[in-house]
């Protein structure tokens, strides 16, 4: 089954240690910053989505008054309840799903970087090319283990705390509990990963600490929605086209 999946992501997997090699040998990085610049290059392809994805966190945040008043409505009726809820995003161009998509954009790179650092020809390199290790890490290719997998695990969760402490402003209830959640879940997952992949896990969630703070200074976030503006925006929409009448088939006997 892994020799499966890396077979599929082979192509990917070449593209990092491409990248990686590059950082590397080309513009003289250690293994680990070389790491830390694969993430940033990742983040930096996503941005656009990135950027989707808190404008429409935020609209979910400015509309929670009309979705909750929708949920109380029409809480012993889900089906219509969600019928609602949908035409309420379809008016005001939101994307509920939009959250996931850097993450999912993320995730072949993850499992990608994950193999790489697995495999033979990478480790070589790396120990070819001395120091294998980066800061208090003694190999970026090797699981962690005792102290430096402690300390690993607390920059983790402290980061993975961080971003999920800035996307929450922007979230609503059951995000923020998955936010909140991950770490937990995580930790057991992470212990068995290379330290080199954990530092791009870390990596990233700095990242998403400092876009969320540049964000905010940069463009805050718009007013909640009265439901005064929700009718207006609603009443400015041109009335939909008057259905299509059917042609009869065939002349009339």
């Not at 992470?190 to 700095?206: D, Q």
């Not at 805050?220 to 925006?233: L, N, Q, S």
Request: charged share 15%; with cysteine; net charge positive.
């Amino acid at each position: 089954m892994i020799v499966l999946v890396a077979n599929i992501f082979q192509p990917l997997i070449d593209v990092a240690e491409s990248v990686i090699l590059f950082l590397h040998d080309d513009l003289g990085l250690g293994w680990g910053p070389a790491i830390v610049a694969l993430t940033f290059i990742t983040r930096i392809a996503i941005l656009p989505l990135s950027i989707k994805q808190i404008r429409s966190m935020r609209a979910l945040q400015a509309f929670q008054p009309q979705i909750k008043e929708l949920q109380e409505k029409y809480k012993d009726d889900r089906q219509r309840m969600q019928r609602e809820m949908m035409n309420l995003y379809q008016e005001n161009q939101i994307n509920p799903l939009a959250s996931c998509f850097p993450l999912i954009l993320q995730l072949p790179v993850f499992l990608s970087l994950f193999y790489l650092l697995r495999s033979p020809g990478f480790q070589e390199d790396v120990m070819n090319s001395p120091p294998v290790g980066w800061l208090f890490i003694p190999d970026l290719t090797e699981k962690a283990t005792g102290g430096v997998l402690a300390a690993l695990i607390v920059l983790y969760v402290v980061t993975q705390l961080g971003a999920g402490l800035v996307m929450a402003a922007t979230a609503d209830r059951t995000q923020r509990m998955i936010m909140f959640g991950l770490p937990l879940v995580f930790v057991p997952i992470i212990i068995g990963f290379p330290s080199g992949l954990i530092v791009y896990w870390i990596t990233t969630n700095i990242w998403t600490v400092g876009q969320q703070y540049v964000v905010k200074r940069v463009a805050p976030p718009p007013p909640k929605a009265t439901p005064e503006a929700v009718a207006e925006a609603k009443a400015a929409r041109p009335p939909p086209p008057p259905p299509r009448k059917r042609k009869r088939r065939g002349g009339r006997r």
